[in-house]
């Protein structure tokens, strides 16, 4: 299906408005710009017309209180978190992957509300406009559009309007500015009585401001932990939007408060999660911060396997910090055998602790603070009824500016809430260099030359026709052909991510615009390395094959032979390389 290229002046007159001043008026906000705004259409993939088709079923048959309405970030919410926090609510995921302003005005028009009128809807869109290059102001107007709509056809309804959340690491990166300017517009059309304006992308930031990998994989989905980040807020939203009070919503810091006590004490405010767990956010070597489950239990701080991958990719741990492999004895009495590495610097609000004790746990779940961690501290609390944890002020104990603390035997532990480990009796092993497998060299991409390399007119694919299956992956494929050659003289090696760990690959023909599928990716090829040059036909990959097992990483050589992948032969490593690969390159 080809997409419109019609415009119109109004999307008022689009939408069928009967009384045009009427419209203007059940809005707080003004128009934010007189420009044309994009023709409500359908969408375009197959999928996304699937995906449409089972909204309009489920709006009739599933009961539902809420209706949340958006693209990709609602469509993908994460499983679980979905159904511990939203399922309860009688929340509806009406999300829709790709959907901009105007798919979500067409969706509106043709069947997503002919169920029973919900109690309140959730609006999160915007996103995919600023990926078509369009202006904050067009994009404001467009989420404009989609409220005005709502509020004819659901008068009773209450509307909470998201504001878009962050895409990019850095702070000052132009998409980051792009989504600042959309907000500081849409924030205006909330009025606390019928739209609800609630901006909780913060929570997702490190202090620093910055979107990390742990979070956002791909910069612009988000994992099971960064949804976890949203929900007390989310979750204050609806409540708020299903209950009989109006009282305006409470803003929210986009960074953990630290509470101050009086002299001798500091508290740190946590996130109760029931049954007696709290996390509090600490950051990791002054690069990444991640809630951390507060386990007294837990022998060592403990980083599960999906984490600790991150932490490598990012250089947040390197090679020079593995301290060896320890043998630990699981809670049904098993052993494990993990790597142990230090942790030059935790913080947890003013407070740093130096030179910790870390293991990986091969389960995914919450970094855990143990007593390698808590056992630094001469003295601290946990306040049940304000949910924070007070650290009192004692010789001892390491504040920013003095000395580090040495890294300590570690003590046995009693088992906490969920499997853990706990070192066995005795001495610590002695600290030994974990050896990375080896990395081609040079010689061996040699043995398999490229011909010269491509230096004419970028091609694109054909989106419409002979490459069409990577269509919903376009503008990653036009952005990474843009950038020219990396592999085998005239193609483009272009790697995206999926989710924690998780990452997608394909090659390009920049010559031809051509598109082919690498034989690794998704989410059974955790942790995909992969090695090439622009003089090579060869190109190595490395994968974790189950995160079960950290100790065992898989690897395969092929050769592009006539746009197909031929394998030479795949052989298991003793372990993954610890460091990352950059463009092909791995360090």
């Keep these: 299906m080809q997409r419109s290229t019609a415009i119109v002046i109004a999307v008022l007159a689009t939408m069928c408005w009967q009384n045009p001043v009427h419209a203007q008026t059940i809005l707080r906000c003004a128009p934010f710009t007189s420009d044309m705004l994009a023709v409500p259409e359908a969408p375009e993939y197959a999928h996304d017309l699937k995906r449409f088709e089972e909204i309009k079923v489920e709006v009739k048959t599933r009961p539902h209180r809420v209706l949340f309405l958006g693209d990709s970030l609602t469509e993908r919410f994460d499983p679980q978190v979905w159904r511990e926090h939203m399922m309860p609510r009688g929340v509806l995921n009406a999300g829709v992957n790709g959907d901009r302003t105007e798919h979500l005005v067409w969706r509106l028009q043709h069947g997503q509300l002919d169920g029973p009128p919900p109690a309140a809807v959730v609006v999160l869109i915007g996103a995919n406009d600023l990926v078509n290059d369009r202006a904050p102001e067009i994009v404001a107007e467009g989420i404009r559009a989609d409220l005005l709509y709502l509020r004819q056809h659901l008068p009773a309804a209450r509307i909470g309007l998201l504001g878009l959340w962050p895409r990019g690491m850095s702070p000052d990166g132009p998409l980051r500015r792009a989504v600042a300017a959309v907000n500081r517009l849409i924030r205006t059309c909330g009025d606390d009585r019928a739209v609800f304006y609630a901006d909780i992308g913060g929570l997702l930031l490190d202090p620093e401001g910055r979107l990390n990998l742990a979070i956002s994989p791909d910069q612009l989905h988000f994992s099971a932990l960064g949804y976890a980040r949203l929900m007390p807020r989310l979750d204050a939203l609806i409540d708020r939007l299903t209950s009989a009070e109006t009282a305006s919503l409470v803003p929210v810091a986009p960074a953990p408060v630290i509470k101050r006590q009086p002299p001798g004490a500091e508290a740190i405010q946590m996130e109760f999660q029931g049954d007696g767990i709290y996390t509090v956010p600490v950051q990791i070597n002054g690069m990444i911060t991640l809630p951390f489950v507060i386990d007294s239990g837990a022998s060592e701080v403990t980083i599960p396997a999906d984490v600790f991958l991150t932490l490598t990719r990012t250089r947040t741990v390197g090679d020079s910090d593995f301290v060896g492999t320890g043998t630990y004895v ?104 974990l050896a990375p497998p080896a990395l081609p060299d040079a010689s061996l991409f040699d043995r398999f030359p490229a011909g010269e390399v491509y230096r004419g007119v970028l091609a694109m694919p054909d989106f419409e026709g002979r490459d069409r299956e990577f269509k919903d992956f376009r503008t990653r494929i036009r952005n990474g052909i843009r950038e020219g050659t990396n592999f085998a003289s005239r193609y483009k090696v272009i790697q995206f991510g999926c989710g924690t760990g998780c990452s997608f690959v394909v090659v390009a023909d920049v010559s031809t615009g051509r598109v082919y599928s690498f034989p690794h990716g998704g989410e059974y090829d955790q942790m995909l390395q992969l090695e090439y040059r622009v003089s090579s036909n060869l190109v190595r990959a490395r994968w974790v094959p189950n995160l079960g097992n950290m100790d065992r990483c898989l690897q395969e050589d092929f050769l592009l032979k006539d746009g197909h992948f031929v394998s030479l032969g795949k052989s298991g490593l003793a372990a993954c390389h610890v460091g990352y690969c950059d463009n092909g390159v791995c360090k």
């Design 330 to 433: 699981l809670a049904d009495g098993t052993e494990q055998s993990s790597k142990r590495f230090i942790l030059h610097e935790l913080r947890v609000g003013a407070l740093v602790i130096r030179d910790v004790v870390a293991n990986v746990a091969p389960v995914k779940g919450d970094p855990l603070l143990g007593q390698s961690f808590l056992g630094k501290l001469p003295a601290w609390t946990i306040d049940n009824e304000r949910h924070a944890l007070v650290f009192h002020d004692k010789a001892g104990e390491t504040r920013e500016g003095q000395a580090a603390i040495s890294v300590p035997t570690p003590v046995p532990a009693v088992h906490g809430p969920w499997e853990k480990y706990a070192p066995p009796q005795g001495r610590a092993p002695a600290p030994t260099a």
